[in-house]
């Protein structure tokens, strides 16, 4: 897989992690390692463990044996730098968007800020407005709530959110759910934008096969609990594994992969 290359190459490397709950093997003995700067794309079966993969990285799960590693700190090891550390590492976009609905965009995006560091109201809101426009909302959208917005624009203000503190990585949990095609494919834009123009690493749980077609560099395949195929698009089309093929190959993923061949 990647052996040879150099460790700072990788934003996350994931060793042997095994997570479970009772008696169930959830990922078992998985390995896997994300490149600084790339925007990988997870894909598995409902059920099969992205989000318990997703959410063991960044520290919410425990898990069994196996190491984790990101950006060169062992995650839950001596060097952790606990949540503070965390919150300037990762970004993270949930699946709801999960904004706090009694405050504005502009106190949603400012949360992060308040939590982790000591700034005046007046650089706060300097910062809020820039998150917005990065995120291509605009000013006045800063004072509207929650209830008021669009599930496209609910998803970018979570994300000038996740991004508040300039973290390296971003990791989005099915991000264009429940936004139509069109609203879909400008998330993706901004998406590959910010991963440009940010340098981001973008971790990326997804079922969306535009996306993954469109704006990822890489796409992984759990499977059984492990990765079982790793590499750009057109590499895991050619995939022999059974659930790959079953996955790209199956009615419902034939009339997008037409525009690929
Ligand atoms: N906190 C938990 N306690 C017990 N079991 C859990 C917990 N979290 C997840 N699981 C189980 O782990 C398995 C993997 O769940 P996970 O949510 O990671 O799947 P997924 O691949 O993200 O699925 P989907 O695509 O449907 O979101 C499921 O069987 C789930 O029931």
């Not at 704006?215 to 992984?220: H, L």
Request: hydrophobic share 45%; net charge neutral; aromatic share 4%.
């Amino acid at each position: 897989m990647t052996m040879g290359e150099p460790q700072e190459q990788f934003a996350i490397r994931v060793r042997d992690l095994v997570v479970g709950f009772g008696r169930q093997t959830v990922l078992d003995h998985l390995s896997l390692d994300v490149r600084k700067g790339e925007i990988l794309g997870l894909v598995g079966a409902s059920g099969g463990g992205k989000s318990v993969l997703m959410r063991t990285i960044i520290g919410l799960i425990p898990r069994r044996s196996g190491t984790i590693e990101v950006m060169g700190h062992e995650i839950g090891g001596t060097q952790d730098r606990g949540t503070r550390g965390a919150a300037a590492t990762w970004g993270i976009l949930f699946q709801q968007g999960a904004l706090f609905s009694s405050l504005t965009v502009r106190q949603n995006v400012q949360f992060p800020l308040r939590e982790n560091l000591v700034l005046s109201q007046e650089l706060m809101d300097e910062i809020a407005i820039a998150k917005l426009e990065m995120v291509g909302l605009r000013a006045q959208d800063a004072d509207k709530y929650p209830a008021e917005l669009s599930g496209g624009m609910t998803k970018r203000v979570a994300l000038a959110r996740a991004l508040a503190l300039d973290p390296p990585i971003l990791f989005l949990d099915e991000p264009t759910s429940g936004l139509d095609p069109i609203a879909a494919g400008d998330f993706d834009a901004l998406i590959k934008t910010l991963q440009k123009t940010l340098g981001l690493t973008v971790f990326m749980v997804t079922h969306d096969l535009a996306s993954l077609t469109t704006v990822c560099d890489r796409v992984a395949a759990l499977a059984d609990g492990k990765i079982v195929a790793i590499g750009p698009m057109r590499d895991l089309l050619q995939s022999e594994h059974p659930w790959v093929r079953a996955y790209f190959h199956g009615k419902r993923s034939q009339m997008l992969q037409h525009e690929m061949r």
